[in-house]
């Protein structure tokens, strides 16, 4: 368990942090950029579950909230995952994504995709403030999915890392659909309709 007494350490001071296994790098390192945009989908998903869940009162959806209440749990995990190098110092029982959080995640996108109005276009973000904020969402993990991929070139990471951000993306896609009246609410590409 963390145990935080104190906010700030001055370590960061000259553009560095640490990582998982004691190493320091530069802030602007790929491996902490990744981490840093996951913690920020995280921050996304945070605003879409005030929309979803609103005093979780009349019109909200309880089990949207609860399924990003679990992202948002499987996001610091994530975060834990990626702070520690694989292969590196204290790499040997730290925190991973598991296969079994890709697979909830496959679970949740099939259910509710059942429910859903088949699409025969792209859909614009929008419709409900509440889909249109899980689209904000799903934008930040789609570039955290590129970061870690980028990463993963470079260096080894967790597959399943990878995995989950890609289906983390998909499912705040579903949800946000979910979210418009289970699609009859989606806004509708045009191509060309402006020219």
Not at 90 to 105: E, K, N, P, Y
Request: hydrophobic residues 40%; glycine residues 12%; aromatic residues 4%.
């Amino acid at each position: 368990m963390v145990r935080l007494t104190r906010i700030y350490t001055r370590g960061g001071d000259k553009g560095e942090t640490s990582l998982g296994g004691g190493s320091r790098v530069p802030k602007h390192a790929l491996r902490v950029a990744a981490y840093g945009t996951v913690d920020e989908a995280n921050a996304a998903i945070g605003i879409a579950r005030l929309h979803v869940g609103i005093g979780l009162g009349a019109g909200a959806d309880a089990e949207a909230d609860a399924m990003l209440g679990r992202v948002q749990n499987d996001l610091f995990d994530l975060g834990a995952d990626l702070c520690t190098p694989e292969g590196g110092r204290r790499s040997a029982g730290a925190l991973r994504i598991s296969a079994a959080q890709v697979d909830r995640l496959e679970h949740e996108i099939d259910a509710m995709n059942a429910s859903l109005r088949p699409l025969d276009s792209f859909i614009l973000p929008g419709g409900s403030p509440t889909a249109a904020y899980l689209h904000l969402a799903r934008t930040v993990a789609r570039r955290a999915e590129r970061l870690v991929g980028q990463l993963a070139q470079a260096e080894p990471v967790n597959p399943e890392a990878l995995k989950y951000l890609n289906r983390l993306s998909d499912h705040l896609f579903v949800l946000g659909r979910r979210a418009n009246d289970n699609g009859a609410r989606d806004v509708l590409w045009v191509p060309g309709a402006n020219r």
